[in-house]
């Protein structure tokens, strides 16, 4: 069976085995994406992590209109009305609900579940904005506490032999989604953008160690196949979210010719581009990786190094345009796409195009018009 | 030299002697700003039209804006070493940089802009329309305050600043607006960066770690201005920077026992000019607004002891969150429908708990924290809710008012958990009316009108009776 | 005693007269680009509708109501249009504890004590997707002759389609696109249907909707809508004979109670 098969089948079943953990004792741990949350602790204290992803269906965005006003970035609104209206099962699942505050959208998110659903077990901490020594050190206490909070949840002692094998996975787990991702460098290559995502998206809910044995399937595959026949732009994506459910723009570009060959995305692709160290104190390894050399996502001020980030995927990725996708009212981004065009077109002769979205299914067709143009002027 | 001005600048509180001293600068900023003769008539329909200028104090305090806008515009003129903070901000560190030394501008530039170019002049729109073409566009639920600032530097009438010291620790859009200045002009940075990573429920208690990282983002904040700007900070830079705040702060106590009469003496228009002097000034503006309260709080005494004011005895009282900064009839609004503000969350500050510091803090910049954690605002959504709770019991009130600003994401975190819990911890009826409290265009005072309305004919109702 | 209550929405002006014996009658027109002249015309059609042949300024007392309240000059006193609802719903059903009024171009819901007193609402008027011009809208685009037909048409469908875009606008492109692709036209209009009654209840959700529940405005005739707002809110909603003026019917009762007070 292929990988991507393999996956779908685990995934179907995802529901009813994370039931029967819960029946054997073990805890599921929901967060929301941003990828600094360390999966590793949760692994450590034999509880089972589930990244919330799901969004790109506008319906639940009335749902969450009873507890938040409109002008919030529709993907944290989407968990705002998974949350509280029960249409996501893996809320329902969850034992405890953590999550890293980054910026005033999922501020939004923590306030609902801590005034509108006291019932769920909750906790939160703080992922700075800024990159120096203090916010590391405010991250690294951050992390402590979860680490004490999850022990006292779980009863679970998160030993330092237990962390190092669970930092082992999720560092094979990097390594594979690094060594399938750098494969896209080359001209020609085997890996589908849309089967990447869906590998990202997959391992969000997915048994780490079966996920980490789908990649290794998944790598060998594409190393050993023939490359996709693709001859269209090569097209850097980057932006805001991507959430599983929300492929429209991939669709799109997909259809209109353009290849994939980068994502970016610091709420919907893992950060997968450097390793959590395995000597020395381990949490502050965790913290030296998940917060300081993971590039930061564009709400960190200021956020040059995930532009000038982007200017080196483009180069390294010989992008022929890149496409920024990023979620209405997420300010951040919005205002970083004014002056980043500029920025990038004088260091890499690139043009960007900017698509928004408050996930409304009509908003296909001018998404299509404009993808479309930019396709044909950068083939030219 | 031209005297077309002198009348509405009398008529905001200057004396003819300041005129004559200030001519060659007002001049020199009115051309800056694109303000002419022309523009005279609708200032002083205006002003008269949304302040109570029978009020000598009230007239000051519109002088003491004006002083603070001639400084603005003419800093770069004057030699000045610019600095410019996001609104809202922890204000220490502003205040410690001005008490420095005389060489350094500190100022929210933007909240000078929409209290003199909005509030005075009725020219906001133009700044608003500049900001929006350079980076912040409409239709985005974009900072309007942000969009001054931007315009305004985009067109020429204020200057690019030495120095942007980033309020990193509440909203988002802040400091990534001064990373677009700084795209564009190359504006060096210091971030004031904090989380707020409060669980709910946690105020008024917060974790000594956030006080220690806020207090150390703002002391090195403090360490690059000094670099940047090449001054010191003097070792009393705190202590100096406390006389104006603390003279400020002892006149609000004295306001808030004013505010507790019926009929209330004066509008909250008023009230929102003082307010926002002090988070905005760290000059001659909140110098002069000191002094205008000086003036202004006898005249209101005397408007207590004659039993009149600006909106009817027995009016049903509410608090309310903001006032609109650049359009005072959003503000009024409410007292035009007949309900009386004798409490804004300031006042409530100073009247509810006294402050104590939790624990003993080493440096300048972690008092500052400590203060600014427990005040509420930087604590986090609940930390803001319970400070409208506890307004409550500052003074009697009939109810709230909660104007939260759409386009503000901190702020509009408060859109509708608000009302469920003050109506369920207090028992009052509770209005989430969702503004824009920079830039009245898509929020005007008609398009609020009918919920304002709605909720005061409530209150009036439920007074009347509860008295019978 | 004549008094009248003249409500001057921006679709819509209504006036209802009333007299000692109670309604004598009442008048709806389209508002136009004149609010004033509007309510001028509706006023005097509803005293012809009366029976009476007197002018406007003849009347004892006018309250006008809606957005356009403050530009009528017929009017001696102006109460909101959540007011005037609550007023008049409580009127014609006094069990009234709960108002849903979905009008032209804003929505509303209101919670009443059993004295018809307003004790706490929600209002939207910033999105046209939640009220009667969505419906219009749609029905133009789906060649509905006429707007009434719109309600028992969508109630014809078993299966009605997912409207998802919460921009009218977008939403008419919806419609157009799942035509061509060959959607059964009474599942659209149901759709339609469904989507704005999702929309408004989720506004309404926020405040306690308590029996009994009413449902006001022009869009209350509308069967469809009327029943998918039952569906989401989980209770049956009462619709007064005339649900168009009981805005205006408030604003008249209020007018009765100032020319007393004023006698």
Sequence with gaps: MKALEKLNLHLKTRLADLSKAKEQGRKIIGYPAGGYLPEELVLACDAIPVCFIQAGDNTILKDAGAYICRWFDPFWRSQIGYLTSGKDPYYTIADLIVTPITDNHTRAFSNTVGYYTPEIESFVFGVPHVKDEYALGYYLQGINRLKKKLEDFTGVEITESRLKQSIRLCNRERELFRQISLMRQS?????????????????????????????????????????????????????????????????????????????????????????????????????????????????????????????????????????????????????????????????????????????????????????????????? | MADYYDELFKLCGFEDEEIEEERTRIEKAFERLGIGPEDMETADSWVRQNHDVTLKGVRKLLGAWLKELIDLVLARDDGKKIVYFGFPAILGPGLMLSASSDDVFVCAPDMVLD???????????????????????????????????????????????????????????????????????????????????SSWGEYPDYLPERVHYLGAQIDQALKKAEKVLDIEIVPDA?????????????????????????????????????????????????????????????????????????????????????????DPRVTRLVEDVGLAVPLTLTLAWVGGPPFKPKRTYATPGEKIADYELATGIFHGTDGVIKRFEMGAKVMKLDGFIMNYLYNCRPDALLSHNTKKYLEEKTGLPVLALEIDAFDSRAYSAASLRTKVETFAHMLKAKKKSAKE | MLVAGVDVGAATAKAVILGDSGILGYSIRPTGHNAKLAANKVTQEALEKAGLSISIDDLDYVVSTGYARGSIDLANKTFTEIICHAKGAHFVIPSTRFIIDMGGQDSKAIEVDPEGNVTNFIMNDKCAAGTGRFIEVMAQVLEVESVAEMGPLALQSKKPCCISSTCTVFAETEVVVLRAEGKDRKDLIAGVHRAVASRVAAMASSLTIRPDAVFTGGVAKNIGVRRFLEEKIGMELRVPEEPQIIGALGAALFAREGFKGDN
């Design chain 1, 187 to 380: 001209e020609n290559f085997a890996v589908a953008s849309k089967d990447f995502v869906a590998l990202n998206h997959g391992s969000f809910i997915a048994d780490k160690g079966v996920m980490v044995e789908i990649l290794e399937s998944f790598a060998k595959e594409v190393k050993d196949s023939a490359p996709l026949l693709k001859d269209g732009p090569r097209i850097l994506f980057t932006g805001s979210t991507l959430a599983r459910g929300d492929s429209k723009v991939m669709d799109i570009i997909e259809d209109t010719g353009g290849v994939v060959v980068m994502e970016e995305f610091a709420e919907g692709i893992r950060p997968y581009w450097g390793n959590v160290k395995l000597d020395g104190d381990l949490m502050a390894n965790l913290a030296q990786s998940y917060f300081m050399d993971r590039v930061c996502p564009g709400w960190f001020r200021p956020g040059t190094e995930r532009l000038d980030f982007l200017i080196k995927l483009a180069r390294e990725y010989k992008a022929a345009g890149m496409i920024w996708y990023q979620l209405m009212y997420r300010e951040s981004y919005k205002v970083e796409s004014y002056f980043f065009p500029d920025i990038l077109k004088k260091e890499t002769g690139l043009n960007m195009l900017t698509l928004e979205s408050e996930y409304d299914a009509m908003e296909t067709g001018p998404m299509k018009t404009r993808i479309e143009t930019f396709i044909e002027t950068i083939r030219s």
């Design chain 2, 115 to 197: 209290h003199t170019m909005g509030q005075i002049f009725n020219k906001l729109t133009p700044i608003l329309e500049a900001g929006e073409a350079n980076g912040l566009p409409s239709g985005h639920a974009l900072c309007s305050l942000w969009q001054a600032k931007i315009g305004g530097v985009a067109l020429g009438m204020i200057p690019v600043p030495d120095l942007a010291l980033a309020s990193s620790y509440y909203c988002d859009m802040g400091s990534k607006a001064d990373d677009l200045v700084t795209a564009q002009f190359g504006v060096p940075m210091a971030y004031i960066d904090g989380v707020m990573d």
């Design chain 2, 238 to 326: 705190w202590e100096k920077s406390q006389k104006d705040s603390r003279a400020f702060v002892n006149n609000l106590l004295r306001l808030l026992d004013l505010m507790r009469a019926d009929p209330v003496p004066v509008s909250v228009a008023e009230l929102e000019l003082l307010e926002a002097l002090s988070g905005s000034s760290t000059g001659r503006g909140i110098r002069e607004g000191v002094k205008a309260m000086e003036i202004l709080i006898p005249e209101l005494e005397e408007r207590v002891k004659a039993g009149t004011g600006a909106v009817e005895k027995g009016a049903p009282r509410v608090i309310t969150w903001v006032g609109h900064c650049a």
